[in-house]
C-alpha cells in the first residue's frame, strides 16, 4: 500500500505494510526514535503523537490510518526553535528521572497548555493521566506543567 503522509512539516510518500503501526512507521521507516515503544496497548502514553492535531497513541494506530494526515512527534514539537516551555519546565525543575515517559508526557502537556491557558493542579493531573511514568510520582510533573502554564519555567 501507498501512504502519503506529513510528519513533522515534511511530506513523504511511501509503500507501506497496510498493518504496519504508526509508531512503527515513524521509528523503523523515519528513523524518529523519539516516540518511544512502551507498553504496546496505549496504556503507557510513551508513544504519543499528534495525529491532525489531537493526541493519540500511535502504538494503536495503523499506518493506513493515517494516511492523508499530518504527524507531530517529539523530534516536530518545536520546530527550529530549540525546547518549548514544557520542556523547558520539566527540563529545568528537573521532573523527570529517566525519560523514557518524557516525549508523550511533553506532548500531551504541550497539546493541553495550548488549549487551557490556565489550568488547575486536578486538570493538569487529568491531562496527564494517559501518561505512566514510573520515576517521579508525578507530583513533580506536574508542578513543571503548572510552571510551563505560567511561563515562569
Known amino acids: 500500500m501507498k501512504i ?3 510528519v513533522n512539516g515534511k511530506e513523504y510518500e511511501k509503500d ?5 503501526l504508526l509508531v512503527d512507521f515513524l521509528r523503523d521507516s523515519l528513523g524518529l526514535t523519539g516516540t518511544h515503544v512502551g507498553c ?3 496504556s503507557c ?3 504519543t503523537v499528534l495525529l491532525d492535531g489531537r493526541p493519540v497513541k500511535s502504538c494503536l494506530i495503523l499506518i493506513a490510518q493515517a494516511n492523508g494526515s499530518s504527524v507531530t512527534t517529539i ?3 518545536s520546530g527550529d526553535k530549540g525546547m518549548n516551555r514544557v520542556q ?6 528537573k521532573a ?3 525519560g523514557f515517559c518524557a516525549p508523550g508526557i511533553v506532548i500531551a502537556a504541550t497539546w493541553f497548555l495550548d488549549r487551557n491557558k490556565d489550568p488547575d493542579e486536578n486538570e493538569v493531573r487529568e491531562a496527564l ?3 505512566v511514568c514510573r520515576c517521579t510520582g508525578y507530583q513533580p510533573v506536574v508542578e513543571a506543567v503548572l510552571r510551563a502554564k505560567r511561563g515562569d519555567e
Open 40 to 42: 504496546e496497548t496505549g
Open 88 to 93: 523547558k519546565s520539566l527540563s529545568e525543575s
Open 45 to 47: 502514553g510513551s508513544c
Open 129 to 131: 493521566s494517559g501518561n
Open 16 to 20: 507501506v505494510e497496510p498493518r504496519m
Open 75 to 77: 523530534e516536530g514539537i
Open 96 to 98: 523527570l528521572q529517566c
Open 4 to 6: 502519503r503522509l506529513s
